[in-house]
Structures are given as C-alpha cells and as structure tokens.
C-alpha cells in the first residue's frame, strides 16, 4: 500500500490560527487544530507575535499530524507591521490592519506622491491598513523603537521565518505592504518613509520553496515549508479560483476580491491591487466591520446573530472600528431612521445590511479592476466564518440578487495553504491541488430580487453623513 502523504496548511488571521492536515492524495481533512489569539482594544490594534507563534504551536498540534507532514505552509492576516530587533525580537506589538491610528500617515503619504502615481506603482492607493501608513506612524509616534528596528516583516513571513530561520515572503502579502511593485521593492518609496531595504525579506518566485523546518519547532524536522502568503490570496488558492470568480468573504474582515489577469491599479482607494501567491492579480475591497461588528449589535440588543426581523426603514451603519470601505477611517457607528415601531430584530437585520452594503456594491468593481467581465449570473462564493450563519447567507442573496455557493470545505485560508505546501510535494500549481481537492463544491443558493430600496436607503445615510464620519475629533474611543 502506498504511504499516506500529509501536508498542514496554516490561518494565522486577526481572532486565531486554524490548522489543517490534508492528504496531499485525496484532499481528505485529516485533523484540524485551533488556538485564539487576543487583539487590544481602544484606539489600538496590536497582538504579541510572540502568542502567534504560541498559537502556531497549539493549532498545528491539534492537527495531530505535526510529526509526520512532510510539507506545511502559512497564510496570515495582511498588512500587520511586524518590527524587529537585531535578535529577531519584536521591539513592539505588531500593529495589525484594523488598527485606524496610522490614518494621518496614510493621508499624508496619498497627498505628497498623488493617488494615480500610487496607484500606477504599487496597485494600491494605501489606507490606514496598508504597512507602509503604519511604518510611518511608528516613526511619527516611536522613533526610538523605530531606531532600534533591524527586520520589517508580515505576520506570515514572521511565522515562516520561525520555522525556517530564512527572511522571505511572497508576492501577494507583500503586494498589501505599498512598498512593493511588480518590478520589486519601490526603492523612492522606501526612502520617503525612511526604511531600509535590507530590512525587508527577499520576495519568493510562485512555487518556490522558503526552506526546510529547523530543529525545535512542533513540526518535523526537514520538512518543506512554503512560500505562504496573505490569508486573502490563501483563500484564491483554496478555492481553486480561475479568474473572473467573485469570493465574499465573511470575517474580522469583511472581503470581495476575484483573481484577474489584468493588473488593478485604482486611484480611488477601493479596490485594493494585490496580487495573488501565483501570477496573476487579487483586485479586493475591505472592511473593518464584518461579522464582530455585526455580533456586537446582536449582543447590545440581547438577540442571537440569527434572530434577524425583515421590514422597518432603520438604517445601521456599523462602523464600530472606524472603516476601510468606504474609507472614513474616524467614523464610528451610527444608527439612522428609527421609529416607535421599529423592532430589536429589525435594527439587527440593518446592522448585517450595513456591514455587507459595501461588500456587495463593490462585487462589480473588483471584476472590472482586473479586467473581467461582469456577469450577474455568475455565482459569489461566499466563504469565511459567517458564512456559516442563515442571516448572513440571506443578507448577501438580498442584496446581490447573485446566485450564491456556500463551499462545504471550511478553513478556506487554511486549506489553500495546504494545497501550496502540496504543490512544492507534486509538483502542481496549488489552485490545481485545490480543484483535484474539490475544496470548491458546495451548497447553491438560487438568486432572489435585489433589495435596491435597502441599498438606496443605505446609500443616502451615508451621504448625509458628512461632516460626522469625516472629522478627525469623532467620539472618544
Ligand atoms: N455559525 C455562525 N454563524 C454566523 N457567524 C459565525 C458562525 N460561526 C462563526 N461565525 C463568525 O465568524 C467569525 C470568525 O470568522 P473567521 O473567518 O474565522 O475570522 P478571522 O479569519 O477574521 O479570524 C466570528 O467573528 C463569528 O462572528
Ligand atoms: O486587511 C485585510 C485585507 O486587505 C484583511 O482581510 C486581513 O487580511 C485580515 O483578515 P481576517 O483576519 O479577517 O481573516
């Protein structure tokens, strides 16, 4: 009989790391591990690198495959800014994404290098999110940690390099860095941030191998280790995704991306131009509120996330971390046309609608940004952790009017770096591994008439919003 073959893919993401062994043969699911991680509240978003690598150890563990997967690789959070020391200590918190305070630095950096030159560079105009707006507050707020940096790395290059002792990352995480270019490093960039370019890791071609395990980590010693990537770009791969398929992804983030084959260079700063882990484009727009946002509303009213109530014209905008998409960085939530009969399951129901309005509005977006037809019949897969949940499948049917597939596969991230560890074993592409797996079949929601009214309604809040999302003097945190 021919030996089993196990690879363990990797989720390092915002609330915890999910892992994943798979036979690298049939694509059977042969043991998942979990562990949580904590993120800082009030103005600041920060976790400990230090309780990634932790939780790495305890998820990969839980797998119960540690010691035998002889290939493994990681896909994390994007755009945290991991800094540190000559000993490879971190100097301080990673700052992680969601974390709004480097919004100042993002405004000045759009405003002195111009959106369009941005955009023509790097893909991307940057928000607060991006790495290069968080590299320039530390310096603004730390400069004395921000002296004593000696590596810059992303929360899936600092895992990867752990395991590996090697400093690289990939094409498609350090696509959401702005500071990288198809061309490599944006050396005029980097300068105006004051960054080294040697403290940056060497970007990996699609394909290559990081390295091998070294001694004393939970997994095997020798074993291969995979480039890694984004967890938004892990997904593409776990889906198996061919281009022009549109992904709504449901998590501490909420996402809408598509792989394309054009490049996506938008000034406007909503449709984010990374590229995926293979060789092709990762068009994505982002919010901050997704399925936290939405399950703090349902705590606040005393309801279960599932006791949703149809009707009522409230409006809910809930923008409890500030928000990305659109991009109003001091806006905080806001509840709008309430009446005396308006009901708990009701303003729930406008807290979901809120949360994925931009999601839904930018589907159309993402797909012309790399150039792919636009086509309503097309279903939107629709993945992550609230895509588990009834209100949220009825919220995105409602207000897409798309068809909707729902994978049966979970851990998506997960599974899509497992099948880029496959890949280094077989030698396939790991959107091939994926297809071979079947990680993207699942259930088919057929389309119901779009809700424009909602949309519309949503549409004219945010409008007359104005000056209460803008000002940089919101309501304390
Ligand atoms: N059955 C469910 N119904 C609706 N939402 C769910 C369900 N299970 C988990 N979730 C939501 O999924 C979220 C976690 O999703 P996940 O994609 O794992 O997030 P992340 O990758 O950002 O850590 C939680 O915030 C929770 O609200
Ligand atoms: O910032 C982005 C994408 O640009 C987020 O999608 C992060 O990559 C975090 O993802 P989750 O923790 O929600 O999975």
């Known amino acids: 009989m021919a030996v089993q073959r196990v690879v363990i893919g990797v989720d390092s993401s915002t609330q915890a790391t999910k892992a994943v062994a798979v036979d690298v043969d049939t694509g059977a699911v042969l043991g998942v591990g979990r562990a949580p991680h904590s993120v800082s509240t009030g103005a600041a978003r920060e976790s400990e690198p230090e309780q990634w690598w932790d939780a790495f150890t305890e998820a990969v563990r839980g797998t119960g495959h540690a010691d035998r997967a002889a290939a493994v690789s990681v896909g994390a959070q994007q755009h945290g800014l991991v800094a540190l020391d000559s000993r490879g200590v971190p100097v301080r918190p990673a700052l992680l994404w969601n974390d709004v305070r480097s919004a100042p630095q993002a405004a000045a950096l759009l405003e002195e290098l111009g959106a369009e030159e941005w955009a023509r560079r790097t893909g991307s105009a940057p928000t607060a999110a991006f790495t290069v707006a968080k590299w320039a507050w ?3 707020n730390e400069p004395q940690a921000a002296d004593r940096v000696a590596a810059v790395r992303l929360p899936h290059d600092y895992l990867t390099e752990r395991l590996t002792g090697v400093a690289v990352t990939d094409r498609g995480d350090a696509s959401g860095t702005g500071w990288w270019t198809p061309r490599g490093y944006d050396k005029d960039i980097l300068h105006r941030v004051g960054l080294d370019p040697a403290l940056l890791p060497e970007v990996l071609a699609p394909g290559t191998a990081a390295g091998a395990v070294r001694a004393g980590t ?5 074993a291969l280790v995979a480039a890694g990537t984004g967890d938004n770009m892990a997904a593409a791969l776990g889906l198996g995704l061919e281009p022009g398929m549109p992904v709504v992804s449901l998590g501490t983030s909420g996402t809408v991306y598509a792989v394309t084959r054009g490049r996506p260079r938008d000034p406007s700063g ?4 990374f590229a995926d882990a293979r060789g092709d484009w990762l068009p994505l727009a982002c919010t ?8 703090r509303i349902a705590g606040l009213l005393s309801l279960d996330r599932e006791a949703v109530e149809p009707g009522g014209g409230a409006v809910v905008l809930p923008y409890l971390d500030g928000e990305r998409t659109p991009n109003l960085p001091y806006a905080s939530g806001l509840l ?4 005396h009969d308006t009901s708990p399951g009701q303003l729930l129901q406008a807290a979901y609608d809120g949360a994925a309005y931009s999601l839904l509005t930018a589907v159309d977006d993402v797909l012309r940004a790399g150039g792919e037809p636009v086509d309503p019949a097309v279903p939107l897969l629709l993945v992550g952790g609230g895509a588990k949940g009834a209100a ?4 995105v049917r409602r207000l897409s009017g798309r068809p909707v597939c729902v994978p049966a596969a979970q851990e998506l991230v997960a599974l899509g770096a497992a099948a880029q560890a496959a890949g280094l074993l077989t030698g396939e592409a790991p959107d091939e591994v994926a297809r071979r797996w079947g990680a993207r079949d699942g259930v088919l929601l057929e389309p119901t008439p779009r809700d424009t009214e909602t949309l519309e309604r949503i549409k004219d809040t945010l409008r007359g919003a104005g000056a209460l999302f803008t000002s940089a003097r919101g309501p304390a945190r």
């Open 138 to 140: 530390l310096r603004a």
């Open 392 to 395: 949220w499948r009825a919220t």
């Open 336 to 339: 709008h046309g309430l009446r």
């Open 270 to 273: 909503t449709i984010a131009g």
């Open 218 to 222: 939970p997994l095997r010693e020798g």
């Open 288 to 295: 901050l509120n997704c399925t936290l946002a939405v399950d």
